[in-house]
């Protein structure tokens, strides 16, 4: 899929042009949905030795706000 998603001229600008990536309502992604995320912007960069392919990550959510993804963990009970 990436691979094919890396041809798309216009996803690979997108990708090249983001300096800061905010992600709203990380409470509620897993740890795979963070971690592919993780994975595609480092094959659309290529930069693979450094996370999200050194674009910095803002994450935001509230706890509290709903129910724990119902999977065996998010990315954050995972205490990575």
């Given at each position: 899929?990436?691979?094919?998603?890396?041809?798309?001229?216009?996803?690979?600008?997108?990708?090249q042009i983001t300096d800061v990536l905010f992600?709203?309502?990380v409470f509620m992604m897993?740890?795979?949905?963070?971690?592919?995320a993780d994975?595609?912007?480092r094959a659309y960069?290529?930069?693979f030795?450094?996370?999200?392919?050194g674009v910095q990550v803002v994450c935001a959510g509230d706890p509290y706000q709903l129910r724990?993804?119902?999977e065996?963990?998010?990315f954050f009970e995972a205490g990575s």
């Open positions: 899929y990436i691979e094919r998603q890396r041809t798309n001229s216009a996803v690979c600008l997108l990708a992600v709203d309502e897993t740890r795979g949905l963070f971690e592919a994975k595609i912007m960069l290529n930069v030795d450094k996370p999200f392919g724990a993804i119902p065996k963990e998010s």
